[in-house]
């Protein structure tokens, strides 16, 4: 089945600073997802982007997918920014596959 | 508008006890989707709903797991005969159209502890 690998795994970042993480995935692609899980377990839609460039005010992210992997950069980090970011694929079987997620601290 | 919602958010259920985990999708939307989330793990298909079809259940880990949408709504998860293994936090997400690949939306998810 299709691997979907994120790095890094754990990230710990002064606020205000920037900060760029990775979505690798092993076989084409129709969809992509970022999400960010909050402390308290919420999955809150990033953006969904199978390829191409967008930017939402301090986040933007790119997919490249004819080398398969995914960026999402995070500008000016707040302390609300914590949490876990997971980028996800719809795969063959036309599944939403999550990778294994990057765990963000941002300290005050 | 409101989004997904979910309840109960927290279930702790004996082994072997049945539990009912209820997801109301955003208004309007199509599809509807299943994931079981264990600790420090990226969410896990378990079945998929077009409408009152439940089109792909090859997710689901076991027979003692069963969903239904019967009115293309409110869908319910029943785990039978709870196990320990079990115990995780269980996804529901929506999607307007009848279309895998679109963006779907998230609740916040049902924690269950089988103790």
């Known amino acids: 089945g299709i691997q979907v690998e994120q790095s890094p795994p754990d990230l710990i970042l002064q606020e205000g600073a920037n900060s760029t993480l990775r979505c690798n995935f092993s076989?084409?692609?129709?969809?992509l997802q970022w999400f960010h899980q909050n402390p308290w377990g919420q999955l809150i839609n990033l953006f969904y982007i199978p390829s191409g460039t967008k930017q939402n005010g301090r986040l933007s992210a790119t997919t490249v997918a004819t080398e398969r992997y995914s960026l999402l950069y995070i500008s000016s980090s707040q302390t609300t920014d914590s949490g876990v970011y997971f980028c996800a694929v719809l795969t063959g079987a036309n599944n939403l596959f999550f990778g294994t997620g990057t765990r963000l601290t941002v300290i005050p | 508008g409101a989004g997904v919602s979910q309840s109960p958010r927290y279930k702790v259920a004996k082994r072997g006890q049945d539990v009912a985990l209820r997801c109301d999708p955003i208004s309007g939307h199509v599809s509807l989707f299943w994931y079981q989330q264990a600790l420090g793990q990226g969410p896990e298909f378990l079945t998929y709903?077009?409408?009152?079809?439940?089109?792909?259940k090859s997710g689901l880990p076991s027979d003692r797991f069963f969903a239904e949408r019967p009115e293309g709504s409110v869908s319910t998860l029943k785990i039978q005969r709870t196990q320990q293994e079990d115990s995780a936090v269980y996804l529901c997400?929506?999607?307007?159209?009848?279309?895998?690949?679109?963006?779907?939306?998230f609740g916040p998810g049902t924690r269950l502890t089988v103790t």
């Open positions: 076989d084409s692609v129709n969809n």
């Open positions: 709903f077009q409408n009152e079809a439940q089109l792909d």
């Open positions: 997400a929506s999607s307007l159209v009848p279309d895998r690949g679109s963006e779907q939306y």
